[in-house]
């Protein structure tokens, strides 16, 4: 089951009044490993794609257009590493 993880966001007041909440919905990458090795998770909406690793949820995470995601998605298809 996919995990959604909740924030605050950056447009929310810091009072308690005019609060937004927006969730991620964190997946695994097809090319993680199995056994807990080499975990990263990605999050897409329509204006960025994160990324993170698996086991250190609360670690810092990559930020991407989708079109720099898309790039990315490319290069490593064409270098043979399939995709993402």
């Known amino acids: ?3 959604l993880v909740w924030f605050k966001s950056s447009y929310s007041g810091g009072g308690g009044g005019q609060c937004v909440e927006v969730a991620y919905n ?3 990458s097809t090319h993680s490993g199995g056994g807990g090795q080499d975990c990263v998770e ?5 204006t960025a ?3 993170r690793d698996s ?3 609360t670690g ?3 930020d991407f257009t989708p079109e720099q995601w898309s790039a990315f998605v490319e290069f490593a298809a064409a270098q043979g ?3 993402l």
């Open 81 to 83: 590493t399939g995709t």
């Open 26 to 28: 964190w997946r695994k």
């Open 49 to 51: 794609v994160h990324v």
């Open 55 to 57: 086991k250190d949820k």
């Open 42 to 46: 990605v999050a897409a909406h329509p």
């Open 1 to 3: 089951m996919n995990e």
């Open 60 to 62: 810092p995470v990559l």
